[in-house]
C-alpha cells in the first residue's frame, strides 16, 4: 500500500468518526412528547414511543407520570390522557428523571438496563457492564 493510498483511508475514517461527534453525542435519546390538550386534559399522542425506548412496562412510566404530576391519568392505545393542562417540556422533565432514576447504570451510566426482581427486592442490572443495583420505587 502506498503512503498515498494510506492517507486516503486515513482521511475517510477521520470524516466518518467527525460525521459521528457531530451528532447529539449521546446514543440513547428520548423522542420529543407529542402534547395536545381538549379542555382541561392533556393528550400525550406518542406515549408508546417513550416506553419502547425505555424498555418498560407502559403500566409502570403511566404510574410514575401520573404520580409526579398528582393528577388521574390513563391510557387509551398509543396515547396516554392525563387530567389538567401539562407543557411538553414538563414531561421532557420528568422522563428525564425517570431515565436516570429507573433506567441508567448507577456505574457505566448506560441505558442498557433491564429489572430483575429476587424474593421482594427490585434489582436494575446492567446489561453493558454486569453491575447489579437495588431499585427503591415501585415504577421500575
Known amino acids: 500500500m502506498s503512503k498515498t493510498d494510506y492517507e486516503k483511508l486515513l482521511k ?11 451528532s447529539s453525542g449521546e446514543r440513547f435519546e428520548l423522542p ?11 393528550i400525550l399522542h406518542n406515549f408508546m414511543d417513550f416506553t419502547k425506548k425505555l424498555r418498560r412496562d407502559p403500566e409502570k412510566v403511566l404510574q410514575y407520570l401520573a404520580k409526579e404530576f398528582a393528577t388521574p391519568a390513563e391510557r387509551n392505545g398509543d396515547k396516554a390522557i392525563f387530567v389538567g393542562r401539562r407543557e411538553p417540556h414538563d414531561f421532557a422533565n420528568l422522563l428525564n428523571i425517570y431515565v436516570k432514576d429507573y433506567l441508567e447504570c448507577q456505574t457505566c451510566k448506560s441505558p442498557d438496563t433491564r429489572i430483575e426482581r429476587e424474593n421482594r427486592i427490585t434489582f436494575l442490572v446492567c446489561e453493558a457492564c454486569g453491575a447489579k443495583s437495588s431499585l427503591k420505587g415501585k415504577y421500575a
Open 12 to 22: 475517510r475514517i477521520q470524516d466518518k468518526i467527525s460525521e459521528k461527534q457531530t
Open 32 to 42: 420529543s412528547p407529542n402534547v395536545m390538550w381538549e379542555g382541561q386534559r392533556t
